[in-house]
């Protein structure tokens, strides 16, 4: 798993790809997911294995493993 580390104050982007299984979950039940990862003001969208998932990191900077699911992650302005 690669390491990636968000920062105060920023907003990030993440690509989602989701297992057969997990794919039936609802934009809200993955947005929580991030909730319960840190992340504030968080929108999820997309269907079935493919999501786009959008939060702001209102914790100290802090670095961790990327999720397998998680395909992509990226900054982006505010």
């Known amino acids: 798993m690669a390491i990636y580390t968000v920062r105060k104050g ?11 299984l997990t794919s039936f979950a609802s934009n809200e039940m993955v947005a929580d997911k991030f909730r ?17 998932g ?7 900077d802090a670095s961790a493993d990327i999720p ?5 992650i990226s900054e982006i302005e505010v």
């Open 10 to 20: 920023r907003r990030y982007r993440t690509t989602i790809k989701l297992g057969t």
């Open 36 to 52: 319960d990862a840190g992340f504030a003001d968080v929108e999820v969208s997309g269907s079935g294995r493919n999501r786009l």
């Open 54 to 60: 959008e939060g702001l990191w209102p914790l100290e």
């Open 68 to 72: 397998d699911e998680v395909t992509s």
